[in-house]
């Protein structure tokens, strides 16, 4: 029979488009670029992962075992979050969006940084890589982004910290920890 599903958290959503969508709206998107534009598509409501998950179970011709159906066939687990995931994505930082010629296409309204404001934040940001400063890093990025507001180690199951304090005991060199933040940088959204 299989199971159980696993979920990390039972009030995790995520924004679902289907590939053509997608692909369609990045190519309209792309006509409208005049360089630099940063673009955001309607992606209608995000959906709650357990919802997915038990609508899933359902399909395969099954019945989720949870409080309410002990009989049922499959459970549902939830895992906690890992480090640096998010409950929620969030499509912008900021709130400055404009329209487009097409409905289902904005328009960001980003802020920018200067090459010679841009430059120095790239180097310290590269230094506390390679000396896995860990907090250094933190604020770098509190400096360079306007509206990045880090989760709380407490809100996630474990810490960056702890995971960063983990690859050094274990040996890690510079250049393995600068690809463990890079890692990290890459997953959070």
């Known amino acids: 029979m299989g199971g159980p599903v696993t979920v990390t958290h039972p009030e995790v959503t995520r924004y679902f488009m289907t590939v053509q969508e997608a692909a369609q709206l990045v190519i309209q998107a792309g006509s409208m670029a005049t360089g630099g534009d940063v673009f955001v598509l309607d992606m209608h409501d995000p959906i709650r992962i357990v919802d997915l998950a038990k609508k899933m179970?359902?399909?395969?011709?099954?019945?989720?075992?949870?409080?309410?159906?002990?009989?049922?066939?499959?459970?549902?687990e939830y895992t906690g979050l890992r480090p640096g995931e998010k409950l929620y994505e969030e499509l912008l930082i900021g709130e400055s969006v404009t329209g487009t010629d097409h409905?289902?296409?904005?328009?960001?309204?980003?802020?920018?940084?200067?090459?010679?404001?841009?430059?120095?934040?790239?180097d310290r940001l590269a230094q506390a890589c390679e000396s896995a400063d860990s907090e250094e890093i933190r604020q770098v990025l509190l400096s360079a982004v306007a509206g990045f507001k880090p989760e709380l180690d407490s809100e996630v199951q474990g810490s960056p910290e702890k995971s960063l304090e983990a690859a050094l005991e274990e040996g890690a060199t510079g250049a393995k920890v600068t690809a463990l933040f890079g890692a990290r940088a890459g997953k959070k959204k």
Do not use: C, F
Request: avoid cysteine; aromatic fraction near 8%; glycine fraction near 4%.
């Open 57 to 76: 179970v359902h399909l395969m011709g099954y019945d989720v075992r949870d409080e309410n159906s002990y009989r049922g066939d499959i459970a549902i």
């Open 103 to 122: 409905p289902k296409i904005m328009r960001a309204e980003e802020e920018t940084l200067s090459w010679q404001e841009l430059k120095p934040l790239i």
